[in-house]
């Protein structure tokens, strides 16, 4: 009895985990975006959908096997993040944050019209890189699916260190995003740096989008929830940090599955599936009360 | 989805904007000399976007009917508008269809929620609100305090009833887990799923809600699955249904599984099949009042060959397995039926009083034998359905007909 509850247990830890790797891999985008641009970007989820599409276009409508649609997935979706911000973002760049975040919310829209415009707004299955296999460990049933999304997650981190920590254009997108007017003169190529900041968010919310569409199905609205949560992982883990970005996304699925686990047993009997988001919405809030800078996130040290 | 309703839309204003006085004498707005107005809601997105064929589907079939000359010597134009599923859209769209548009009748809104939504609305200014798009049993039941007001598909009274006389039957002490959409609509189905069950060794052991703005349901299948459950009742809209198959089969759980209809189409399910690798899908038990057009038994039948037809003319690019768009034209076969029947000054309760005694056995788009009949005492326009399971690819009917008590 009590080892059947543990792999109960453990079943709702690891589904938690399942939940929490697709957050993480969307946070892990607005991450970059926030980091290489200083921009909150509204319009991640419907960008990671939109690349969605393209994958699941590429396969079921244009004939091409999953890696060669998978890589052009990625090519097509750089090219339109760069695109995106050549074309709306730049011309409000110089003025208040408000102004870019209307912008993106704008964009949100936008997407979301377009894609239902051109493919529809019923359900597709677009397949997984990883199959539909499943292992068995002690009673407890994980997904190669799963395995595989937080194995990306944390692949993705680690290129992002890589990058950012030992090439000069992680330097050039840091110095950036922290001091366009000093990075400009010390040479840096600003307007592009940020450009292939875009580029290199709609790359990471393709792979997000890519990963997510198996799951959840593939349909016009598949991110807008998933958005909120990925809000609230970044937030948790540090909104510049991108592997505070997986561990927050993590942490949140394991959490919000352990207070619908333990309600089920007296403990927090309040909560029902209905406070699923709105929880999500109080860790932002909490997070940014008493830790503004989340889990991983450095706090602001500015020279005077 | 857009393209295609946006130039009747315009069409329709413009229509709109020619005054009322052209209409015959005795008749109620929306109706003119050479046409009828009738408007509706559907998700055309949303988390319940699928249904939009159902929509589409009636929207070709008014197409083929005006291209034959229409009713009544008139066209229908059929304004379709958007409401996301989500009812404060319905309730201002309707109010618009209603007073800016007047349309003769709101016809086909889907969505129990919806619908609710907008049921005292529509009797206090007494404009039908015909052939709701949702199987919640109040259309019927409460006919009287709401008398234009009427339902169409079978209840899910009638269907979870039938669901749960199906196992307590084929399953000894069954344990079955229910995953049902927190509103009227998830509930019904649980409550008479239920009482199918009572007096038998069978019993639900666990029942997960889920909101309709959750991203997705793995928690709620882990549950259930936890619960013990080796039935695993489906009460969720086509996205919603979708992932539990999915979830179902990464848990490695196979339970028997009962869909609901609405989610049960062919296209559904072949999604749900994740390309032939989910087994969990297999041998899936559901019900439907309409022909499956994957069933090669269908094939030559004129019914579902016109089917295809108006389909591939009036709705090109549509997917004909998606049975959606079949229930929408069996929807408004049912419809012309009515607006045939009104005469010269159609009025719009001269249409809920032939909505209230309709008998018709012969819709080309539903199984033989299944017939659409209201009368006196009876308000439920469907109330016959056909036990089905997924084999191989497709549903496999097994025995006759079910009929509901007419209650």
């Known amino acids: ?304 | 989805m857009r393209r295609r309703f946006a130039p009747i839309a315009a069409l329709a204003t413009a229509l709109c904007a020619i005054p009322v006085a052209l209409a015959g004498s005795g008749a109620d707005p929306g109706v003119s000399s050479t046409t009828i107005l009738i408007g509706g809601t559907s998700p055309l997105t949303g988390p319940a976007a699928s249904y939009a064929t159902v929509a589409r589907g009636a929207q070709a079939y008014f197409d083929f009917i005006n291209a034959k000359g229409g009713a009544a010597k008139r066209k229908i134009e059929y304004r379709v508008v958007d409401d996301a599923y989500n009812p404060a859209q319905t309730v201002q769209a309707v109010r618009r269809l209603v007073e800016q548009d007047n349309v003769f009748a709101v016809f086909n809104t889907l969505g129990t929620e919806a619908n609710l939504a907008i049921r005292d609305y529509l009797n206090q200014v007494k404009v039908p609100q015909l052939f709701v798009a949702s199987g919640a049993t109040t259309w019927g039941r409460d006919a009287a305090k709401y008398p234009w007001t009427i339902g169409f598909q079978p209840s899910y009274a009638a269907e979870g009833l039938v669901y749960g006389q199906y196992i307590a039957k084929t399953q000894k002490k069954a344990k079955v887990g229910v995953l049902f959409q927190n509103d009227d609509y998830g509930k019904d189905l649980l409550a008479s799923l239920k009482s199918g069950l009572s007096r038998s060794g069978s019993k639900v052991v666990a029942a997960e809600p889920y909101q309709v703005t959750s991203p997705d349901v793995g928690s709620q299948i882990g549950k259930l699955k936890a619960s013990g459950a080796n039935v695993l009742a489906i009460f969720a809209t086509p996205t919603f249904a979708i992932q539990a198959y999915v979830f179902a089969n990464r848990l490695g759980w196979r339970p028997l599984i009962i869909n609901n209809a609405v989610s049960a189409t062919s296209n559904t399910m072949t999604l749900a099949s994740e390309g032939g690798k989910n087994k969990s899908i297999e041998g899936t038990i559901s019900t439907t009042p309409l022909k499956d057009p994957l069933n090669p038994r269908w094939k030559k039948d004129p019914g579902m060959k016109q089917y295809r037809a108006i389909l591939a003319k009036y709705a090109k690019g549509a997917n004909p397995n998606d049975a959606n768009h079949l229930y929408g034209m069996a929807v408004a076969y049912e419809t012309v039926g009515l607006l045939k029947g009104l005469g010269a000054n159609p009025t719009r309760a001269g249409l809920m009083a032939r909505a209230r005694s309709i008998a018709s056995a012969k819709n080309p788009f539903l199984l033989p034998g299944v017939s659409v009949k209201t009368g006196k005492g009876d308000n439920f326009p469907l109330q016959q359905g056909q036990l089905q399971r997924w084999m191989k690819g497709r549903w496999v009917p097994f025995g006759g007909l079910w009929t509901s008590k007419r209650n």
Request: one cysteine or more; a neutral charge.
């Open chain 1, 1 to 304: 009895m009590i080892v059947a509850a543990f792999s109960d247990f453990m079943q709702q830890v690891v589904s938690g985990l399942a939940s929490g790797g697709i957050y993480a891999l969307l946070a892990l985008a607005l991450v970059i975006i926030h980091r290489s641009t200083g921009v909150i970007n509204f319009a991640q989820g419907e960008m990671a959908t939109f690349s969605a599409y393209i994958a699941w276009t590429l396969t079921v409508n244009h004939g091409l096997s999953y890696w060669p649609a998978f890589v052009a997935c990625l090519a097509i979706s750089f090219g339109g993040g760069v695109g995106i911000h050549r074309v709306v973002i730049r011309p409000v760049e110089r003025g208040s944050v408000l102004r870019i975040v209307i912008v993106t919310i704008g964009l949100l829209v936008g997407i979301n019209g377009f894609v239902i415009w051109e493919w529809g707004g019923e359900p597709q299955q677009l397949r997984s890189p990883f199959g539909t296999e499943t292992y068995d460990v002690g009673g407890v049933i994980v997904a190669a699916h799963d395995i595989g999304t937080i194995a990306v997650a944390l692949g993705i981190v680690l290129l992002l260190w890589l990058l950012f920590r030992f090439t000069k254009v992680g330097l050039a997108l840091r110095a950036v995003a922290v001091n366009p007017d000093e990075a400009r003169l010390v040479g840096v190529r600003v307007t592009w740096m940020l450009a292939l900041g875009w580029g290199l968010a709609a790359t990471l919310g393709a792979v997000a989008g890519m990963l997510t569409a198996p799951t959840v199905g593939l349909d016009p609205q598949m991110m807008q929830a998933v958005l909120i949560y990925a809000f609230a992982a970044a937030v948790l883990g540090g909104i510049d940090s991108p592997i505070g970005a997986v561990v927050g996304g993590l942490l949140l699925g394991v959490l919000l599955n352990m207070l619908s686990y333990l309600s089920q047993y007296g403990a927090f009997d309040w909560f029902t599936e209905e406070l699923r988001l709105p929880a999500a919405l109080l860790i932002i809030l909490v997070v940014l009360l008493v830790k503004p800078t989340g889990i991983f996130g450095r706090p602001e040290v500015k020279r005077v």
